[in-house]
């Protein structure tokens, strides 16, 4: 731990030299590259520039997506500071319904992701593979508990994923093609005045070691060959209303050239054959309107997935295999009192899951939220903003009624420099389907409740320069998880896991050096633990404590360069394991270096280097790796 804690800094403050001459906010091209203080929505469901909002609040703009070569929204995302998302291979690869998540600040499960404002989550977790880049226009990030706007799920924070919205002008068409060592695709690209249409199919590679748990063990896992099809639109029906679907369709397989066995039973080892397929098809869309006039904000959104999973070495079908949907409406009203603010609205949400392989699995759940928020501005230099929600929740086992309120408070010391306070409750039920898991526990498990406490100073030192410092405590309790291997079937089922809490800061600067250069640098430093709640283990570390980040950005006429570091420190993990063995996950630390070659107006080429050292990075806890050392060639051509 000392030896990566020494590592992180040295990094950090080799990223942190200055590269010379005076600042600017734009590239060589003359086009924006950084906002330092943009305008944020996802935190106060309003329009306001980043420090006037009173919370933790990263923006992840579609140039720094493109110039970082993140693959995806799961990469974007999980590249963050104080963000440490779950996946079972690379770029947030799914395995059935082993699908990736994102976690915030050590709170696994407790993070509310949406598109355009309308929830995507489905059994908690998000599978962000599936929306592509070019078409993302910007991701908030907003952390610490947001039930009171949001409702439940977001416990540790929201992240707000933004599509690009159609431009007038002429039309574009744009084909675009991959090669590398694990990955390949193309795809074509329609942008009009009035409808961006994304269409895409990927192919990825066989990965021969794929996991390294358990310990001594013999097994060797393997990642089958794979491909996807996605399909995304995102469409301006009037100056006031918006529409997005998000479509995706693919198999992967996944097994062992050995036979796999129970390392937890204490009889002797019962050898049994794995190989699994799963076809996924996925799909999230939404209608969106926003009044220029009224005040009024609508969105009405749906949420699809069907994983179909195949035992080929038992020839019978998954058990788990499922169907999942929810439906989302939302509506809300602003009113402008003077200098004051207050929000008022309603929240209507329907999930559904049904087994396929036992029909009689089905059940879905009802929420009802109604939430206010009242801004009171009582001096130009304070405000304060006090909400509260109430859910009326439908549950196929235990109904809910439920109320989040929060309060955050802000102080303008200047006009680039503010000091808030954010105080929040979150609730969280177990998922619809974890009622019908073996040995489930449907009459024990209980909600995820709890608060975060935060304060941090936000401070722009010029319109290049940009500091913001944060503490934080987060407080749950019932934190939902998986059990351990069950010695007789080999299977792990829901469980209240005990109550969770973390306390940590977090720091990020951020400078655009002259219109070549520009680096930021990110640190997040907690404590996130669990307690046993049979008390043989008291407190134990739950999640990474260390996390930073490093970028560096050189860009010319022609080409733009980014080498950026992510970094993760050990973590807990929940399978059972020989005794002998470490208990930890490693650390983890992955570097990538994308360069794009602009060869014409029309031409441009990208190559990608990512896990540039060769790191051995554990994807999850549970032993899924990422890649190691992988590239990709692109090149697009715009019409």
């Not at 997506?65 to 998302?85: C, M, P």
């Not at 050590?106 to 489905?122: C, H, S």
């Not at 599936?130 to 990030?141: C, L, Q, R, V």
Request: aromatic share 12%; net charge neutral; hydrophobic share 30%.
């Amino acid at each position: 731990m000392k030896k990566d804690v020494k590592c992180l800094l040295s990094a950090l403050v080799f990223a942190g030299i200055s590269w010379g001459g005076g600042y600017g906010i734009a590239s060589a091209a003359g086009e924006a590259v950084y906002e330092l203080n943009p305008v944020v929505v996802t935190a106060t469901r309003t329009e306001k520039m980043d420090v006037d909002v009173p919370a933790n609040v990263t923006v992840v703009t579609a140039k720094k997506i493109e110039e970082a070569g993140y693959k995806n929204a799961f990469d974007a995302i999980q590249s963050q500071v104080g963000v440490e998302s779950t996946g079972y291979g690379d770029a947030g690869q799914d395995f059935g319904f082993s699908s990736g998540r994102t976690v915030v600040r050590g709170y696994d499960r407790g993070t509310l992701v949406m598109v355009n404002g309308i929830p995507m989550n489905l059994k908690n977790y998000n599978s962000l593979a599936g929306i592509p880049k070019d078409m993302i226009e910007k991701i908030e990030i907003v952390k610490g508990a947001a039930g009171t706007l949001y409702g439940a799920e977001a416990m540790g924070g929201v992240i707000n994923i933004m599509t690009k919205t159609p431009q007038d002008g002429k039309e574009t068409v744009t084909l675009k093609g991959t090669v590398g060592n694990y990955y390949n695709d193309y795809g074509a690209t329609y942008a009009g005045p009035n409808l961006i249409v994304s269409l895409q199919r990927e192919y990825s590679d066989f990965i021969n070691h794929s996991n390294a748990y358990p310990e001594g063990s013999k097994i060797n896992w393997w990642v089958g060959k794979g491909q996807s099809n996605r399909a995304a639109v995102a469409a301006k029906l009037s100056d006031e209303v918006g529409f997005h679907l998000m479509y995706q369709e693919g198999n992967i397989t996944r097994g062992s050239s050995t036979n796999s066995y129970n390392v937890g039973t204490k009889k002797a080892p019962k050898y049994v054959p794995y190989n699994y397929r799963y076809d996924d098809k996925r799909a999230t869309t939404g209608l969106t309107y926003t009044g220029k006039e009224n005040g009024i904000k609508a969105i009405v959104g749906y949420n699809y997935r069907k994983v179909d999973g195949f035992d080929r070495a038992k020839n019978i079908p998954v058990s788990s295999s499922a169907e999942l949907s929810s439906y989302i409406t939302d509506v809300q009203k602003t009113w402008e009192l003077g200098k004051d603010t207050l929000i008022a609205g309603y929240t209507f949400k329907r999930e559904n899951y049904e087994g396929l392989v036992n029909k009689a699995n089905k059940a879905h759940r009802l929420n009802h939220g109604f939430y206010l928020s009242y801004t009171d501005e009582f001096s130009p230099k304070f405000s304060a903003t006090l909400g509260l929600r109430a859910e009326i929740i439908k549950d196929p086992v235990s109904d809910q009624n439920v109320f989040n309120p929060q309060i955050q408070t802000l102080y303008k010391w200047t006009d680039n420099t503010s000091w808030y306070v954010d105080i929040g409750r979150g609730f969280q039920m177990p998922t619809v389907d974890s009622y019908y898991g073996k040995k489930a526990a449907s009459d024990t498990l209980k909600p995820e409740k709890g608060w975060t406490y935060e304060t941090g100073i936000k401070h722009n030192f010029s319109e290049s320069q940009s500091l913001k410092f944060s503490v934080y405590h987060m407080d749950f309790k019932n934190k939902i998880g998986w059990s351990d291997i069950d010695k007789d079937t080999g299977l792990q089922y829901a469980i209240n896991k005990g109550n969770f809490r973390n306390t940590g800061v977090e720091v990020t600067y951020d400078q655009v050096v002259n219109n070549h250069w520009d680096y930021s640098i990110g640190l997040s430093y907690g404590n996130p633990e669990i307690n046993d709640p049979t008390g043989k283990k008291g407190w134990v570390q739950d999640s990474a404590r260390l996390d930073g980040v490093a970028s560096v950005t050189y860009r010319t006429d022609k080409i733009r360069s980014t080498l950026s570091w992510k970094y993760l420190g050990d973590r807990e993990e929940y399978t059972s394991r020989p005794k002998t063995s470490d208990p930890q996950v490693p650390s983890l630390s992955r570097v990538t270096w994308n360069t794009i070659y602009d060869v014409t107006p029309n031409d441009t080429l990208s190559l990608t280097l990512n896990n540039l050292f060769d790191h051995e990075n554990y994807a999850n806890k549970y032993g899924n790796l990422e890649l190691p050392y992988n590239w990709r060639l692109s090149y697009s051509h715009k019409f």
